[in-house]
Nanobody
């Protein structure tokens, strides 16, 4: 059974940085998408970034381009989200997700495309 465990959330002041981690287990296939999503209170869950595990191709939401970086450590089955220049509007619960998919797409996949989800980690950015 696929399991995803997020960590690294916390509270930070605007302009600061955090690195989120997502440790994945329970699968062996190498063609997957790993995605980071976030959900603020009263808002829809939105895609932030994704990485295609076969070749590390990435996609980002416009709101985080140039500030967030998604990466992977294949040996550890772990995906990271480095978040720099954080803003109060980045405050949300951040979720890791994964799905099997062959072939990279330039479109940032939405939540409906993902099969497995972690429990989330809270990120709070104060002004």
């Amino acid at each position: 059974q696929v399991q995803l465990v997020e960590s690294g959330g916390g509270s930070v002041q605007a302009g600061g940085s955090l690195r989120l981690s997502c440790a994945a287990s329970g699968y062996t296939d190498s063609s997957r998408y790993m995605g980071w999503f976030r959900q603020a209170p009263g808002k829809e869950r939105e895609a932030v970034a994704s990485i295609y595990t076969r070749d590390a191709s990435t996609n980002y939401a416009d709101s985080v381009k140039g500030r967030f970086t998604i990466s992977q450590d294949g040996a550890k089955n772990t995906v990271y989200l480095q978040m720099d220049s954080l803003k109060p509007e980045d405050t949300a619960m951040y979720y890791c997700a994964t799905t099997v998919r062959t072939g990279w797409t330039s479109t940032l996949l939405g939540k409906g495309s993902y099969s497995y989800w972690g429990q989330g980690t809270q990120v709070t950015v104060s002004s």
